[in-house]
């Protein structure tokens, strides 16, 4: 695991955040650029026997630093990844119907027409 990533737990009593490198990174404070959610049919172990919602987050800060919160819906410990804008970007370009645009144009700016 690089030092870029790390599994995190939310912290008791409020919203989450995540401290990296010396960087903290506040989902609540900060703009949710795309939400991706994905149904997976149970795997057979007692805790995912009849499926689970897995979800992918991508953030961007009020500094314009993005990050991504990974995890299973109604669990505990997500992973969270600091990206590049290429990286958020390319993860979003995946994604694209899922792209919060009106958030996506605050931060990124509105792309030109294709």
């Known amino acids: 695991m690089s030092n ?11 919203g989450k955040k995540y401290y990296i490198s010396g960087k903290k990174y506040t989902p609540d404070k900060s703009y949710l650029l795309c939400h991706h959610t994905e149904w997976n049919e149970g795997d057979g ?6 499926g689970f919602t897995e979800y992918t987050d991508i953030y961007a800060t009020m500094n314009k630093a993005f990050f991504m919160v990974k995890g ?10 600091i ?3 290429d990286g958020a970007e390319g993860i979003m370009d995946m994604y694209t119907s899922e792209i919060i645009t009106d958030n996506y ?3 990124l700016g509105e792309p030109e027409e294709g």
Do not use: F, W
């Open 105 to 107: 144009d605050k931060v």
């Open 45 to 50: 172990t007692l805790q995912h026997c009849m």
């Open 4 to 14: 870029t990533e790390v599994i995190a737990v939310p912290q008791k009593g409020g």
């Open 83 to 85: 990206l590049s804008r």
């Open 72 to 81: 299973i819906e109604g669990e505990d410990g997500e992973q969270v990844t």
